[in-house]
């Protein structure tokens, strides 16, 4: 194993990412990310932040979400899961006792001759919240 220093240091950074990423479920963009590490980082720049989440997801440890907006939001948790997105406020909530349907796979390559890899669904609404406010 490499034990030069910046590969510790690379692997300190990385880790500190996805533990801040772990530690939330908002779903946040880097920018939230970058804000988070650097207290505990005061050295480490953004485009490095960036990387490293390019990095992670690329290694599936978290998913990299975009939904047609302008900034990607970022998800520790890599397994495979739906979304709901609030159209009054903008919050991404994991959508949960809800499995990920694989019999809506399975008629997806039945009737178009292809292999499904994977899926997302996103719903849109009003979360709890602002369902509330709403009355
Ligand atoms: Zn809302
Ligand atoms: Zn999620």
Not at 114 to 126: A, I, Q
């Amino acid at each position: 194993m490499d034990r030069k220093k910046g590969f510790i240091r690379k692997t300190r950074q990385r880790d500190l990412i996805l533990k801040t990423l772990r530690g939330t479920d908002t779903h946040p963009t880097a920018d939230w990310i970058y804000e988070q590490v650097k207290k505990e980082m005061p050295n480490i720049s953004l485009g490095t932040v960036y990387r490293n989440l390019g990095k992670l997801a690329e290694l599936g440890e978290i998913t990299e979400l975009n939904f047609g907006s302008k900034y990607s939001r970022f998800d520790g948790n890599a397994e495979n899961h739906y979304h709901f997105v609030c159209t009054e406020c903008g919050k991404i909530l994991d959508v949960k006792g809800c499995k990920v349907d694989k019999e809506l796979e399975k008629c997806v390559e039945q009737n178009n001759n292809v292999e499904v890899d994977f899926h997302t669904t996103l719903f849109y609404g009003f979360c709890s919240d602002c369902k509330n406010k709403k009355g």
